[in-house]
């Protein structure tokens, strides 16, 4: 598994990743997380396409080292990580999450947010399984804020 920058060459393929249809709810598409990277500069987004070999399998959207404001937090915010539909359960999830923490570590980074939507089907369950705990917030979307102290992965 490796994380690739994404270019003309591989846009497609990437945007064509999608979770199941029971899942759109929860997580946005590549396409609209490219628009909402455009749409906000501020936030300062990172993002890299998930290959396994030569297929993509999945993406990764952050906010990188932005200062924190009203509407921003971070400075380091997972605003997106999909894996594809037929791909979930072989442990893409936890390899993303753990090559985005060593990244982080690197830029000395202590802390990664997140946000999910609660319910049935909600990714909540598999970020509390990596270690991420709710804040005790919510954003204004009613989206629980979830916080990974970086000290505590191996």
Not at 24 to 50: C, G, I, L, M, Q
Not at 51 to 73: A, C, H, I, K, Q
Not at 90 to 101: P, Q, S
């Amino acid at each position: 598994m490796r994380l690739v920058e994404i270019t003309d060459d591989n846009r497609d393929a990437v945007m064509a990743v999608r979770v199941h249809p029971g899942q759109e709810r929860f997580v946005a598409s590549v396409e609209d997380s490219f628009r909402h990277a455009r749409e906000s500069p501020d936030a300062k987004p990172w993002f890299r396409a998930v290959y396994d070999g030569d297929e993509p399998v999945g993406f990764v959207m952050l906010s990188w080292n932005l200062t924190p404001g009203p509407e921003l937090r971070g400075p380091y915010f997972l605003w997106r990580l999909l894996v594809g539909a037929g791909l979930q359960g072989r442990g893409y999830g936890t390899a993303i999450l753990d090559e985005v923490v060593a990244l982080l570590r690197a830029e000395g980074a202590s802390e990664l947010i997140t946000s999910c939507v609660p319910g049935e089907g909600s990714p909540e369950p598999f970020y509390r399984r990596y270690g991420f705990v709710p804040n005790g917030e919510t954003d204004e979307d009613g989206e629980i804020i979830l916080t990974l102290d970086l000290s505590t992965r191996p």
